[in-house]
């Protein structure tokens, strides 16, 4: 079982129009709702797949009464922290003419000291039957640095890996305490590490102990970036032959779901986990709404254009 640990999860609103004139007033339909967030996102696609996986999430106030509904609709096995405060709300715009979408992502509000440890307590409860933890997105207000670095010290205290998706210092103190993969993308590495390159910021999180980093690079596919025995870092590229257009909203946590699904399975290569995180990722693009894969999703890595 693969679990997922959002603590700061939020309810999706996604909105449709045919061209965004930036300025003026645009007449919509009602958004789609669902309940979302990273490890959210995560938690669908693992499901969508056919994997077996468990989300721990936090919901709090009417927003978080709407965000409990959807998820129990959606099917995926979970459990439930209440928050006192709100659960956030985030919001994609869909611009169907130029195939861009503008996301609009409250910070959300911060949380009790027993409340985190109410979450704390799950995640020690939860990874004895887990076989992989994945922590994915932003962390509230006021959270701990080391919330992530937390989980990756319950995974290795289990003997089970620990993928991390999130950014900053959480993302640098996650590979001191030896995550398995991390997963940002290139902007959140050069807002963490301070490199510009992607290789130099991915061997940045090898030094200090990651052992894998996928690194997403929008249009120009994904990354994998691993020790190897002469010390440089071994790099391994995939991306399909032309760009894809739609909502890459949840593309990444498309890429996470990928490397948890490998994981949990006793993959290690970074070559296959790449192909299995870069087309899945293309699939989300394809998709309506995060945390959904294109039914296209396997033909996609018949396509990859892999580079060693």
Known sequence: MILTVTPNPALDLTYRVANLDVGETHRVAAP???AGGKGINVARVVSQTGGHVFALTTAGGPAGFRFADDLMASGVPHELIPVAEQTRSSVAIVDEGSGLTT??????????SAEWVAIGDAVERLAVPASCIVGSG?????????????LVEVASAHGIPAIVDATGPGLLIAAEAGAAVLKPNRRELTESTGETDPVAGAARLLALGAGLVLVSLGEQGMMAVSSSASGSPAVVSARL???????ATGAGDAGVAAVAVCLAAGISDP??????????????????LAGELDPAYSELESQLVVTV
């Open 32 to 34: 789609a709702t669902r």
């Open 103 to 112: 996301i609009l992502n409250e910070t959300g509000s911060p949380l009790q």
């Open 138 to 150: 932003s962390l509230p207000p006021g959270a701990p640095e080391d919330f992530y670095a937390q």
């Open 241 to 247: 032959p032309r760009p894809l257009h739609g909502n």
């Open 271 to 288: 070559e296959t986990i790449l192909r299995k995180a870069t087309a899945w990722s293309a699939a989300a693009v394809l998709a309506p």
